[in-house]
């Protein structure tokens, strides 16, 4: 793995991780077309630099998470059902996480979803005044991030989905979505590294300079999206992003259609 490799891996991971358009996805599709996508530190590189993007979302809204306890406890509801079904569906999980033709599916699918979710949700924009979360939602919007483990579905769409099923405006529920990342992504995050520490243990030099640019890179840039992805959803809704995933999706399956090999196993 190169530094180039690192840092193009480091921008995939800021510019799609709180987008709607699947991290994972792009993750996959990246490292696949640099050709080192079986390789094992480049899965560890790909798990380890969430944590820049994970303190993007620190910065940003650092204000509200010092806002109130409560803040915590609706994030802890959300986080429990994503928690104890990935514990529970782990090697499920894993097996999928090779399989761009799953990848490719959830993308279409959930382009599908998002070209209508301005329609459907519109009243949601027209409220008097910002509908607050209970915790039977936020229980509700995380178990609906669940679906997100399966690689391409994007835990963003899956948790602004969710929080505009209860409500809430899109600003509301991409912040929502934010906050949640942060318990998600850390848990997930050392979780995949406590798997892989005999890799992390044996890295070199070298490979811990790539882990450090790698995680710098993904938090300036994950800094930068977020801070655009809200304006412009307030302005553009989903449409262009529902767009986005059916073109890619169905890039995807065609070029498998021609017997091009995309799987990343092997």
């Given at each position: 793995?190169t530094?180039?490799?690192?840092?193009?891996?480091?921008?995939?991971?800021?510019?799609?991780?709180?987008?709607?358009?699947?991290?994972t996805?792009?993750?996959?599709?990246?490292?696949?077309?640099?050709?080192?996508?079986?390789?094992?530190?480049?899965?560890?590189?790909?798990?380890?630099?969430?944590?820049?993007?994970?303190?993007?979302?620190?910065?940003?809204?650092?204000?509200?998470?010092?806002?109130?306890?409560?803040?915590?406890?609706?994030?802890?509801?959300?986080?429990?059902?994503?928690?104890?079904?990935?514990?529970?569906?782990?090697?499920?999980?894993?097996?999928?996480?090779?399989?761009?033709?799953?990848?490719?599916?959830?993308?279409?699918?959930?382009?599908?979803?998002l070209?209508?979710?301005?329609r459907?949700?519109?009243?949601?924009?027209?409220?008097?005044?910002?509908?607050?979360?209970?915790?039977?939602?936020?229980?509700?919007?995380?178990?609906?991030?669940?679906?997100?483990?399966?690689?391409?579905?994007?835990?963003?769409?899956?948790?602004?989905?969710?929080?505009?099923?209860?409500k809430?405006?899109?600003?509301?529920?991409?912040?929502f979505?934010?906050?949640?990342?942060?318990?998600?992504?850390?848990?997930?995050t050392?979780?995949?590294?406590?798997?892989?520490?005999?890799?992390?243990?044996?890295?070199?030099?070298?490979?811990?300079?790539?882990?450090?640019?790698?995680?710098?890179?993904?938090?300036?840039?994950?800094?930068?999206?977020?801070?655009?992805?809200i304006?412009?959803?307030?302005?553009?809704?989903?449409?262009?992003?529902?767009?986005?995933?059916?073109?890619?999706?169905?890039?995807?399956?065609?070029?498998?259609?021609?017997?091009?090999?995309?799987?990343?196993?092997?």
């Open positions: 793995m530094f180039i490799d690192a840092i193009v891996l480091a921008i995939v991971e800021g510019l799609t991780e709180f987008l709607p358009i699947s991290s996805g792009h993750m996959i599709i990246a490292a696949k077309l640099m050709g080192n996508a079986t390789d094992d530190f480049v899965k560890l590189f790909i798990v380890a630099i969430q944590f820049g993007a994970i303190l993007s979302v620190v910065l940003v809204y650092f204000k509200r998470f010092l806002q109130s306890f409560k803040f915590y406890l609706l994030l802890g509801a959300a986080f429990i059902p994503t928690g104890i079904i990935g514990l529970l569906a782990k090697k499920h999980i894993d097996a999928l996480l090779e399989n761009v033709m799953v990848v490719a599916w959830s993308l279409l699918i959930g382009g599908v979803v070209l209508f979710a301005d459907f949700f519109a009243e949601n924009e027209n409220q008097s005044e910002e509908k607050q979360l209970s915790y039977k939602s936020a229980i509700l919007i995380g178990t609906i991030q669940s679906l997100a483990m399966i690689p391409g579905v994007s835990r963003s769409a899956a948790t602004i989905i969710g929080g505009l099923s209860q809430l405006t899109r600003k509301a529920a991409a912040e979505s934010f906050f949640l990342a942060v318990p998600t992504m850390f848990a997930a050392l979780k995949s590294l406590y798997d892989q520490k005999e890799l992390l243990l044996k890295s070199n030099g070298n490979e811990w300079m790539l882990l450090l640019v790698g995680n710098v890179v993904a938090f300036v840039v994950a800094y930068l999206a977020i801070k655009s992805f304006s412009f959803l307030q302005k553009k809704g989903f449409r262009i992003f529902g767009w986005y995933r059916i073109v890619l999706g169905a890039v995807l399956l065609l070029l498998m259609a021609l017997g091009i090999d995309l799987q990343m196993a092997g």
